[in-house]
T-cell receptor, first 113, second 116 residues
């Protein structure tokens, strides 16, 4: 049981490039989330999904896109990378019920140069 | 929306002493309050949580208390050990009709350092 798997673990992008951060979970959770964590800071919600085909914006969605075609996968896309998007990105999943926690992946460390 | 404030931002305690981290939340509809521990370079991991129908919960050396009236909750770590050194995040969640507890709002974190 792998839990939440994120790829890649590290990536360096040039300004203006695009990329997709992958996230997959094998716990059959309906709810999935993308957060960013800037150095020394807390977690800010980018996008989330309550089930396949349904996505919604979080606090800081600008510059990102998501899709949820299956229960297992929730990729995050950066279309035109900017230095302000340098951060650690965490994917999480959960059952979304009261008292049920979110489970995090190991993160993707992204640098935009 | 929900706002969660966390204090202090840094905390240093002698090994064996107790540590207390406090959080306040703004939305009285919030009913679930987890605490996450994040070691350097690692993922956040749930260490304890509490639901709004409970005032206190313990798990070995850690405990969480909740005061719904005052809208604050606290993490207590007793007999601290070097491996307790990490960043701790509180969070709050409220239910949305038909969707359960969708989202967590996180505090800004407390960096706890245990001094040997």
């Amino acid at each position: 049981n792998a839990g939440v798997t994120q790829t890649p673990k590290f990536r360096i992008l040039k300004i203006g490039q695009s990329m997709t951060l992958q996230c997959a979970q094998d716990m059959n959770h309906n709810y999935m989330y993308w957060y960013r964590q800037d150095p020394g800071m807390g977690l800010k919600l980018i996008y989330y999904s309550v089930g396949a085909g349904i996505t919604d914006k979080g606090e800081v969605p600008n510059g990102y896109n998501v899709s949820r075609s299956t229960t297992e996968d929730f990729p995050l896309r950066l279309e035109l990378a900017a230095p302000s998007q340098t951060s650690v990105y965490f994917c999480a999943s959960g059952q979304g019920r009261e008292g049920q926690p979110q489970h995090f992946g190991d993160g993707t460390r992204l640098s935009i140069l | 929306g929900e706002n969660v404030e966390q204090h202090p931002s840094t905390l240093s305690v002698q090994e064996g002493d107790s540590a207390v981290i406090k959080c306040t939340y703004s939305d009285s509809a919030s009913n679930y309050f987890p605490w996450y521990k994040q070691e350097l370079g690692k993922r956040p991991q749930l260490i304890i949580d509490i639901r709004s129908n409970v005032g206190e919960k313990k798990d070995q050396r850690i405990a969480v208390t909740l005061n719904k009236t005052a809208k604050h909750f606290s993490l207590h770590i007793t007999e601290t050990q070097p491996e307790d050194s990490a960043v701790y995040f509180c969070a709050a969640s409220k239910p949305r009709l038909g969707f359960g507890n969708e989202k967590l709002t996180f505090g800004t974190g407390t960096r706890l350092t245990i001094i040997p």
